[in-house]
């Protein structure tokens, strides 16, 4: 069961962030909705990362490059790609109001995308929040075959790689549970929740957040060691990302 609580026409960042290091987050009941609420789910989805259910398939698809991956070069696009409907999803809860608020979260660091893509077409990806070392995921969606598992892979190997400890999937289904998502209950998840947060947790319910996990790290895994300011990056491929995915910690 999900727990409402109050509904607001306005959202502000510091509001957003604030609720979603105290475990809820906003939901619309469709794309048209004036307004959002809080939600606190009794029952929380969370992908562990060292649990990610990698198939034979995924991982071949992968490994051979299908799809052109980046991060956080389309967030707009994605936000709403997600938030269209689709013969398998005739409605979202993504209204402009969330939609409005993400992308300003997204200009201040926070909120952040995984595309994959077809050659220059957008065919699929997620986004979502990054707090201390948690990341929220909000949503995903898929133009092709596969694309959106194939986000959740590169989601999942950038977050490990950059010493994140939590993946919130927010509710469970029967796509996340999988690629190996969980279900628990909320006592659980805010005690992961706080060890995510960690010092920063005071930061979180005060003033701005200070996000601790690197989501970028992923995007310098073929840099020079040392750094050479001269030297180009090396966007890693689809095999670094299985060999990220199935090495043990």
């Given at each position: 069961?999900?727990?409402?609580?109050?509904?607001?026409?306005?959202l502000?960042?510091?509001?957003?962030l604030?609720?979603?290091?105290?475990g809820?987050?906003?939901?619309?009941?469709?794309?048209?909705a004036?307004?959002?609420?809080?939600?606190?789910?009794?029952?929380?989805?969370?992908?562990p990362?060292?649990?990610?259910?990698?198939?034979?398939?995924?991982?071949?698809?992968?490994?051979?490059?299908?799809?052109?991956?980046?991060?956080?070069?389309?967030?707009?696009?994605?936000?709403?790609?997600?938030?269209?409907?689709?013969?398998d999803?005739?409605?979202?809860?993504?209204?402009?109001?969330?939609?409005?608020?993400?992308v300003r979260?997204?200009?201040?660091?926070?909120?952040?995308?995984?595309?994959?893509?077809?050659?220059?077409?957008?065919v699929?990806?997620?986004?979502?929040?990054?707090?201390g070392?948690?990341?929220f995921?909000?949503?995903?969606?898929?133009?092709?075959t596969?694309?959106?598992?194939?986000?959740?892979?590169?989601?999942?190997?950038?977050?490990?790689?950059?010493?994140f400890?939590?993946?919130?999937?927010?509710?469970?289904?029967?796509?996340?549970?999988?690629?190996g998502?969980?279900?628990?209950?909320?006592?659980?998840?805010?005690?992961l929740?706080?060890?995510?947060?960690?010092?920063s947790?005071?930061?979180?319910?005060?003033?701005?957040?200070?996000?601790?996990?690197?989501?970028?790290?992923?995007?310098?895994?073929?840099?020079?060691?040392?750094?050479?300011a001269?030297?180009?990056?090396?966007?890693?491929?689809?095999?670094d990302i299985?060999?990220?995915?199935?090495?043990?910690?």
């Open positions: 069961m999900t727990r409402r609580l109050s509904l607001y026409q306005q502000d960042p510091e509001t957003v604030r609720a979603y290091a105290m809820v987050f906003p939901m619309a009941d469709h794309r048209d004036p307004g959002v609420y809080w939600v606190e789910p009794r029952m929380r989805g969370v992908l990362l060292d649990g990610f259910h990698l198939s034979r398939s995924l991982k071949k698809t992968i490994a051979q490059d299908r799809f052109r991956v980046t991060a956080n070069q389309a967030f707009d696009a994605i936000i709403a790609l997600c938030g269209e409907s689709a013969a999803r005739t409605e979202t809860w993504i209204n402009p109001t969330i939609a409005h608020i993400f979260l997204h200009q201040m660091g926070f909120a952040q995308s995984v595309e994959c893509w077809d050659g220059d077409r957008l699929g990806g997620l986004y979502g929040l990054a707090l070392r948690a990341f995921g909000e949503s995903m969606v898929s133009r092709a596969d694309a959106s598992k194939v986000a959740l892979a590169w989601l999942v190997a950038r977050l490990r790689l950059g010493g400890s939590l993946l919130d999937c927010q509710f469970q289904t029967d796509h996340l549970r999988s690629m998502a969980v279900e628990i209950r909320r006592d659980a998840y805010m005690a929740l706080s060890a995510a947060l960690g010092p947790a005071g930061g979180l319910l005060s003033d701005a957040p200070v996000v601790t996990g690197s989501f970028g790290a992923l995007d310098r895994l073929g840099a020079a060691d040392p750094p050479d001269g030297a180009a990056l090396v966007p890693p491929s689809g095999k299985v060999q990220l995915l199935t090495q043990t910690s």
